[in-house]
């Protein structure tokens, strides 16, 4: 069986307890980085057991290595460094290929970044897109120019080094649109937890002074 697991975004006192009996449980883990998952095994005091690494470039070989594991009788764990695996974090492929392999899949959910801002921001999150990270260079005025006509509540994830970037470009392209709402999660659910309400009209200003530390999350209110 694979069971996936949710880990903490931030706070080590957001994993489940049925996340914490399984990785107790499981014959190894399959993690993104086994420096990470070291860490949170040594503090959650499970001791420490096989890590496979398998990172968003791991090959097909490797993945039909774990797959074989599977197909005899292994029970192992899905992990990422952080939050729900798959979620702008590897997974796809291993969950994939266990599916068409007809191996039995759990999952035990928990902390995703986007879900933490989208249930804080005060939006009407009923209906809402995810876009995971933008991206860098092709697509990029395009996707903004949707951003502008989309009528659901947006998420997105943004890093540290693009985040004044973001939000400038924002204030740019939704210049039409002054007042539409912006919410910012920054290290969410950890001790500099962030969460600013702001609008289109502010985003320059927002941009200048917000706290270029940790991650973000950013929401943009529905038209
Ligand atoms: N799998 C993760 C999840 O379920 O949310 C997302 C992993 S993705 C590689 C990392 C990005 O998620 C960060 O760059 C940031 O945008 C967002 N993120 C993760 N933890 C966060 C936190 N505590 N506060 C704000 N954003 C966070």
Redesign the pocket.
Known sequence: MLSII?TP???LGDITLRAINTLKMVDAVVCEDTRVTGNLFKQLEIPKKEFISAHGYTDEGKINWIIERLKKGEHLALV??????????PGYALVSKARLEGIKIEVIPG???????LSASGLPIHQFLYL??LPMKKGRKTLFESIKEEEKTIV?????HRIEKTLLEMSEYLKDQPDRAVVL??????LH?EIIQTSVKNLVEVAKTIMKK?????VIGPL
């Open positions: 949710s975004i931030g706070n990422s460094d952080a939050g729900t695996p798959g979620i702008s974090d902390p995703a970044a986007f879900l933490a801002a995971g990270f997105f994830y943004e890093s540290v999660g920054r290290e969410l659910t950890k937890e940790g991650e973000f999350v950013v």
